[in-house]
């Protein structure tokens, strides 16, 4: 079992940045992929950025170049900093983990973040 907790939300006029992150617990098995999603009002949930155990990163195309994936194995936390918000990146932010040689995603309860125009 795997647990995750999302923090840093909140409300951010366009233009701001905010920085989510997401420790892990309760697994001593080591964990592979790291990611965020994320699922705005009336649309399908998507993939915003992964990171891998060796550092592989890929981004959804529309937030390439404002926001970035990185992650901390020592204290199994995974961030996203996010800079250049636009008022369509609001939406609940959910961080997943998925331990090595398995192909399920633990997932966590989720941030919202909400961008004003």
């Known amino acids: 079992q795997v647990q995750l907790v999302e923090s840093g939300g909140g409300l951010v006029q366009a233009g701001g940045s905010l920085r989510l992150s997401c420790i892990a617990s309760?697994?001593?098995?080591?964990?592979?992929?790291m990611a965020w999603h994320r699922q705005a009002p009336g649309k399908r949930r998507e993939l915003v950025a992964a990171?891998?155990?060796?550092?592989?990163?890929n981004y959804l195309d529309s937030v390439k170049g404002r926001f970035t994936i990185s992650r901390d194995n020592a204290k199994n936390t995974v961030y996203l900093q996010m800079n250049s918000l636009k008022p369509e990146d609001t939406a609940v932010y959910y961080c997943?983990?998925?331990?090595?040689?398995?192909?399920?995603?633990?997932w966590g309860q989720g941030t919202l973040v909400t961008v004003s125009s």
């Open positions: 309760g697994s001593s098995f080591t964990i592979n992929t």
């Open positions: 997943t983990a998925r331990l090595s040689g398995t192909e399920f995603d633990y």
């Open positions: 990171i891998t155990d060796g550092r592989s990163r």
